[in-house]
């Protein structure tokens, strides 16, 4: 059954681990919620956003999610309803995070008691803690992936891969950035709500919450500002090292233009060139200046212009 409960202090905690029928059917039977909200449980990926009502308040969270297969965040939704004496939480896909805190608050008296206890919206805040605490173990590997990969660039490994890297963890730090902008309106606002089972008393834990969040985004804000300089500094190396191959061909190239020319003066049937019938001179001629090349480039390695 994807539908469980914890009840403790006259509050009760439903968390829904699965949209479908049943649990589509059971929030129609047992609440009277708007049905523009159940209409956004049913649609998947709906913007984050804070509904209020009389009696209860709707909640959308986007919390990021490491997917290891595809190296990529992806956005996971919870859906939340809190009033007076209940709360409810649903999800379109299963979270670790999640499902580990309802357990614990279902297997550990001593936490139930201390979070359950008080009100439904200081439970809120225990679950929004929690899970958006997990954000910061992702974006401290993001931090660390990005150290590896900027001691990579500057030991001489700007390819391909490199790029298509840096290509991977801008895309990632973008979404870290859409998920977390909503989430600290969503939070500002929780914190100046006032219901009878939402008092003042809680406005300073959600304004804690709204303070992590502002953290994290100028971490995130910074890695971002670090994978442009990262790009940057990649195409300049890169286009230096080609700048140098062209540079070397060309003058590769100007320095063969002499032997050229001559092998193709002698190289034509044409009487009366000089020295024509002296093949040692001809040949001596031909390696003069080849060595005259070769020394040329040899000093202009040995002042690294070449």
Same mark, same amino acid.
């Given at each position: ?11 009760? &905690? ?11 059917? /059971? ?5 009277? /919620? ?14 984050? =956003?804070? +509904?209020?009502? =009389? ?10 999610? &490491? ?11 919870? #859906? ?6 209940? !709360? ?19 297997? %550990?008296?001593? @936490?139930?008691?201390? &979070?359950?206890?008080?009100?439904? $919206?200081? !439970? !809120? ?6 899970? /958006? ?9 993001? $931090? ?6 900027? %001691?990579?660039?500057?030991?001489? =490994? ?5 790029? *298509?890297? !840096? @290509? ?29 089972? /939402? +008092? ?10 709204? #303070?992590?969040? #502002? ?15 990262? *790009? ?31 092998? $193709? ?17 001809? &040949?001596?001629?031909?390696? @003069?200046? @080849? ?16």
């Amino acid at each position: 059954m994807s539908v469980k409960q914890i009840k403790q202090a006259g509050i009760t &905690w439903t968390n829904i681990s699965n949209v479908n029928e049943e649990s589509i059917k /059971f929030l129609k039977e047992n609440f009277k /919620f708007h049905h523009l909200d159940i209409e956004d449980i049913k649609s998947e990926s709906q913007n984050p =956003k804070l +509904d209020t009502y =009389k009696d209860y308040l709707f909640l959308i969270v986007h919390i990021p999610q &490491w997917k290891i297969d595809r190296k990529k965040i992806i956005s996971h939704e919870i #859906d939340i309803f809190v009033g007076p004496n209940f !709360l409810i939480t649903i999800q379109h896909s299963k979270n670790k995070e999640m499902k580990d805190f309802f357990y614990r608050s279902m297997n %550990n008296r001593k @936490a139930r008691k201390e &979070w359950v206890n008080k009100s439904s $919206g200081f !439970l !809120l805040y225990k679950i929004l803690e929690s899970i /958006f605490s997990q954000s910061r173990i992702i974006i401290n590997s993001l $931090g660390k992936q990005l150290s590896t990969i900027e %001691n990579d660039i500057f030991v001489n =490994k700007q390819d391909e891969k490199i790029i *298509h890297q !840096l @290509a991977m963890y801008r895309s990632n730090v973008l979404n870290l950035k859409r998920l977390l902008d909503p989430q600290r309106f969503n939070m500002s606002s929780l914190s100046n709500i006032r219901r009878p089972f /939402f +008092d003042e008393s809680l406005s300073i834990y959600f304004d804690n919450i709204k #303070d992590y969040l #502002d953290k994290l985004w100028v971490i995130v804000d910074t890695y971002k500002e670090t994978i442009d300089g990262l *790009h940057v500094t990649v195409e300049s190396l890169i286009n230096q090292r080609t700048n140098k191959v062209i540079n070397s061909l060309t003058i590769i190239s100007v320095s063969l233009l002499p032997l050229t020319l001559l092998s $193709g003066i002698y190289g034509m049937n044409i009487e009366g060139l000089p020295y024509a019938h002296s093949p040692i001179f001809v &040949w001596g001629l031909f390696g @003069a200046i @080849a060595t005259f090349i070769l020394f040329l480039i040899f000093v202009m390695k040995k002042r690294k212009i070449l």
